[in-house]
């Protein structure tokens, strides 16, 4: 739904570039990279290991050579970045060499793919608290995808020993599928903070890529889509159903894969809607001050205006505000439409 860099207060380009740093080191006193704890080292030692097989060198020397250039690029690259990756390396070494297949639906893979994913390391990535260190820096509240799902981490006690650490309850999603890309596991702009619904559920292995589906990390979902109501005016939230407009060309299957209109429509969902905006919005104008004689408490006036009141609905009223509530894009073109937002 969201433009991650326009959510946050800080450059992901060297933010990028710190993870790359991370994942390099450390070094051993002769300057040579750790053969386990270093993505280099790692990748240098599968180097020895596969000498006498030609397909695996070209692809190994692909990340070594020119002082680690194309590592760097699949690591810190923008997803428009990865995309030039991959197809370079699949003209370097053909499409099988690391999945059993090119469709999505059958993708898995092979015995040197399942290689390159343990070099590339996620779950040590994933585990070792350098991705919540990241993800606290991106400022989410809510899911890129769907923008319905909280994004948390808390902090978790041990009741015995006293010793705490961070749990995060969000996901990191794939958006180049590790079954097809195993060598983008680790890679900064590939790696998609989201919900559980949208990565476990719908998402899974499927092919994804800047074309045909908007990666949070390079489009904002607002500047190609809005939400719209069927009608707006009605009596009660069964007359009405959410629908999703282009606002200007694009693929649509972000919203075919997760399932969008489904989960919006959903009951508890549009009773929702209707209650905190269609109602607002149709009611009359003494209903309405009532609305906001609640609200005096909060804002400190006794005049309330449409902002404080919408805000106290969870509107965003700005475009960069909409990570910061549930289903802020949907409520912002809701309120739009009706004219309760100029």
């Known amino acids: 739904m969201i433009l991650i860099d326009s959510h946050c207060n800080i450059n ?15 070094q051993n006193n002769d300057g040579s990279y750790h053969a386990t704890q270093s993505l280099i080292g ?16 070209k692809f190994w020397d692909f990340f070594l050579k020119n002082h680690y250039h194309n590592l760097e690029r699949v690591i810190t690259g923008r997803p428009d970045e990865l995309s030039l990756v991959i197809s370079e390396i699949e003209v370097l070494i053909g499409h099988n060499l690391l999945s059993n297949h090119i469709d999505y639906n059958r993708a898995t893979l092979t015995s040197f793919g399942h290689i390159v994913k343990s070099i590339f390391g996620y779950e ?39 010793a705490s650490r961070i749990l995060a309850l969000h996901q990191l999603d794939h958006f180049y599928p590790r079954a097809r890309y195993p060598y983008l596991a680790v890679s900064f702009f590939n ?11 719908l998402k899974l292995e499927k092919d994804f890529n ?18 719209r109501l069927s ?19 694009h693929s649509d299957n972000s919203i075919v894969d997760f399932e969008l209109l489904q989960r919006y429509n959903h009951e508890n969902t549009k009773k929702r809607i209707f ?64 004219g309760l937002l100029k």
């Not at 020895?48 to 695996?56: A, E, F, G, M, N």
């Not at 070792?128 to 902090?155: D, H, R, S, V």
């Open 231 to 249: 009608k707006v005016v009605v009596n009660t939230f069964n007359e009405v159903e959410l629908e999703i407009d282009n606002k200007k060309p």
């Open 275 to 338: 209650d905190q905006l269609v109602a607002l919005k149709n009611r009359s104008e003494g209903v309405r001050k009532s609305y906001k004689s609640q609200f005096i408490g909060l804002f400190g006036q006794a005049d309330i205006s449409n902002v404080n009141l919408l805000k106290s609905q969870g509107v965003p009223i700005t475009v960069n505000q909409i990570s910061n509530y549930e289903m802020g894009k949907m409520k912002r073109d809701v309120c739009l439409q009706l």
């Open 210 to 227: 800047i074309v045909s589906h908007i990666n949070p990390f390079h489009k904002s979902f607002n500047d190609y889509f809005r939400f």
């Open 191 to 201: 790696l998609i903070p989201g919900c559980s619904p949208c990565n476990t559920d």
């Open 124 to 162: 040590n990535y994933r585990d070792n608290g350098n991705a919540k260190t990241n993800f606290a820096k991106l400022n989410l509240n809510y899911c890129p995808y769907c923008n319905k799902q909280p994004l948390e981490q808390i902090k978790k006690t041990d009741n015995l020993t006293g």
């Open 42 to 57: 790692r990748i240098t030692q599968q180097l020895q290991k596969d000498l006498l097989i030609p397909s695996r060198v």
């Open 12 to 26: 992901l380009d060297n933010l990028a570039k710190s993870h790359f740093q991370e994942l390099k080191n450390p």
